[in-house]
C-alpha cells in the first residue's frame, strides 16, 4: 500500500504554490514599508513554554498539542502557535533590553484538530510581534498593517474588522466573577463545553458559536462595564487612531481571544465567504507575557493571520495575479537538434531582460505539432521556433498561442515585443 499523508497535514500541490508564493511576498513588502524585521524560530519548544504562556487548563494544552518525550526524557511540543516561541527567543538572546523590537514571521504550527476546510492540523501563520511600546498607536498601527496587506491582495472589500477591549487583569478579575454569577445560576441551559468552562475559563463563553448559548449572554453582564480609567483611554486612543487612519471598525464586546496572554486590545477579520471558518486574522495586546515567560515587564502587542484561509478567500474572490498561476509565459521549441544552443542563449538572455516571466525551453525533441501541443498545455501565451530557416536568416517565429498573428523577428525586435507585455 502507498504511504499518504498524515491526515490533517495536506500537500500544497504546485497549482496552489503561487497563490501561497503572492501573499508570502505582498506581506514581506508591506512589513519591509513598515520597517519589521523577520525573525525564525524553532517548530519545536520545551512544552512548558506553552503550558504558561497559553494556559494549562486551554483545550490547546489540554487536548490539541503534539508532545512527546525525546530520549533524554525532556517533554517537547510541536509549537500550536508562534507567539510564546518568538517571546522565548527575544529573552534569551537579550532583545528586549532597553529597546523595541517590531519583528514579523511566518511558518507551520501544529494542533490535533478535527481536520476540516481551513482548519488543518499542520496550518501556517504569518504574523507581527511588537515589544517595549505600550501606546495605543502601536496597536492601531499593527491593524493598518493588516488593512493594508487585504487592501494590496485585493481581498478588502471581502473582510471586516472587529474590535474590544478585555481590559486589564485586575478589570476581567471583576467581570468574570460577574459572569460566573449570572452563568451559574443558567448552567443548565449552556451547552456542554461552556458548562465545562465556567469554572475554569469563563470568559470563553462569550466566543461560543453555540445559537443557544449566545442567546442566553444577551442579558450578561458586559465586559466594558468592569473596564478601569486606564483601559478606556487606552480603548478610545485606539478607535480614534483607527478613524484617523479611515479604518473602518465595529466593536464586538463579545469577542475575546481563545489565548490566557491577551488583555485590553483584541481584535479579528473576518469575513463572510468561507462559512465555518470566517476568522482570517486575530491579534491584541498582551502586556503580562514576556514577565510571565521570565522576562523584565515589557508590553507587547501582535498579529497572526491564517495562511490557507487567507489563500482560500484570495481563490474564492480569483484575485491572483496570471503571474502566480504557476504557467509558463513563454515557451520556446527548438526544431532540430543543431538550433537547441541557440534555443538556450535565447532562454538565458530573456529571463534577464525579464526576471519576470516564466520562460520554459522544450526539450526532447519531437515534431513541432507535439512540441505546440506542449506549448499550449503549459499555459504559455507566446511561443517562439527557431528552426533550420530562421537559424541562417537570424529571425525567430513569434507565434502568440492565445490568438494573433504569427510573425518573424530579430532578437533585438523580439525583446521590444516582449517588453510590451504588461506582466513583463
Known sequence: MAIQSVRGMPDILPEQAGAWRYLEQQAQQIFDA???????????????????????????????????????????????ELTAGVVRAAIENGLLHNQTQRLWYQGPAFRHERPQKGR??????????????????????????TDQ???????????????????????????RAALVDFLSSRKDQLDEDSQSRLDRSPLRI??????????????????????????????????????????????????????????????????QKLGAQGTICGGG?????????????????????????????????????????????????????????VIRELARTLRTHFPKLRVLTHIGGGSLKSQLKKADKSGAAIGL?????????????????????QEMLTEAALINRISELKDA
Request: net charge negative; hydrophobic share 35%; aromatic share 8%.
Open 285 to 341: 495586546r498582551y502586556d503580562g507575557l514576556v514577565e510571565h515567560l521570565g522576562g523584565r515587564s515589557t508590553p507587547g502587542v501582535g498579529f497572526a493571520l491564517g495562511m490557507e484561509r487567507v489563500v482560500l478567500l484570495m481563490e474564492s474572490l480569483d484575485v491572483v495575479p496570471d503571474m502566480y498561476q504557476n504557467q509558463a509565459n513563454i515557451y520556446l521549441m527548438p526544431q532540430q537538434s543543431e538550433c537547441e544552443s
Open 385 to 405: 521556433i527557431i528552426g533550420h530557416t530562421e537559424l541562417e536568416s537570424g529571425h525567430i517565429v513569434y507565434k502568440p498561442l492565445r490568438g494573433g498573428e
Open 149 to 175: 496587506l487585504w487592501k494590496q491582495l485585493g481581498i478588502r472589500h471581502a473582510v471586516g474588522l472587529e474590535l474590544n477591549s478585555i481590559g486589564s487583569p485586575e478589570a476581567r478579575a471583576h467581570y
Open 120 to 145: 488543518y492540523r499542520q496550518f501556517h501563520q504569518i504574523g507581527v510581534e511588537c515589544f517595549g511600546i505600550a501606546d495605543a498607536r502601536m496597536d492601531a498601527e499593527l491593524i493598518e498593517i
Open 34 to 80: 513598515y520597517g519589521l524585521t523577520q525573525i525564525r524560530t524553532p517548530m519545536v519548544e520545551d512544552t512548558a513554554l506553552f503550558a504558561r504562556s497559553i494556559g494549562d487548563v486551554t483545550d490547546i494544552v489540554e487536548k490539541e498539542m503534539y508532545t512527546f518525550e525525546d530520549r533524554s526524557g525532556d517533554s517537547l511540543t510541536l509549537r500550536p
Open 206 to 271: 462569550l466566543d461560543s458559536k453555540i445559537d443557544s448559548t449566545q442567546a442566553l449572554l444577551v442579558d450578561a453582564p458586559s465586559l466594558m462595564d468592569s473596564l478601569t480609567k486606564e483601559d478606556r483611554e487606552h480603548f478610545t486612543a485606539l478607535t480614534s487612531s483607527l478613524e484617523e487612519a479611515g479604518i473602518e471598525f465595529k466593536i464586538n464586546p463579545r469577542l475575546v481571544r481563545g489565548l490566557d496572554y491577551y488583555g485590553r486590545t483584541v481584535f479579528e477579520w473576518t469575513t
